[in-house]
């Protein structure tokens, strides 16, 4: 069974920083795709970043780009969203999800993921 837990969300003001956590089971990053989305209040979803499995790659919203750093630690079964210099446009629920191979994580489209976690709310506000 695919399981996703996302973890590491809370307040902050702008310009500071947050890392979120994905612990995930039932699959390996081998053959799934690694991704982060949120969603606003009265917004819909949108990708963030994403860790490919055809590559290994890190692929990044404009939005975020040099702000936003993904990594992975193997052992843990866990990859990680480090955000800095955050802005109040990134107050959003943060959900992490999977794809089997294919081609949503390139382009960060929430649609074309299989299995999502329940999320995490990250506020940034002063």
């Known amino acids: 069974q695919v399981q996703l837990v996302e973890s590491g969300g809370g307040e902050v003001q702008p310009g500071g920083s947050l890392r979120l956590s994905c612990t995930f089971s039932g699959f390996t990053l081998d053959y799934y795709s690694l991704g982060w989305f949120r969603q606003a209040p009265g917004k819909e979803r949108e990708g963030v970043a994403c860790?490919?499995?055809?590559?290994?790659?890190?692929y990044y919203a404009d939005s975020v780009k040099g702000r936003f750093t993904l990594f992975r630690d193997n052992a843990k079964n866990t990859v990680y969203l480090q955000m800095n210099s955050l802005k109040p446009d990134d107050t959003a629920i943060y959900y992490c999800?999977?794809?089997?191979?294919?081609?949503?994580?390139?382009?960060?489209?929430?649609?074309?993921?299989?299995?999502w976690g329940k999320g995490a709310l990250v506020t940034v506000s002063s």
């Open positions: 999800a999977t794809e089997l191979d294919g081609p949503s994580c390139l382009f960060l489209r929430p649609g074309g993921m299989h299995h």
């Open positions: 860790i490919s499995n055809r590559d290994g790659n890190g």
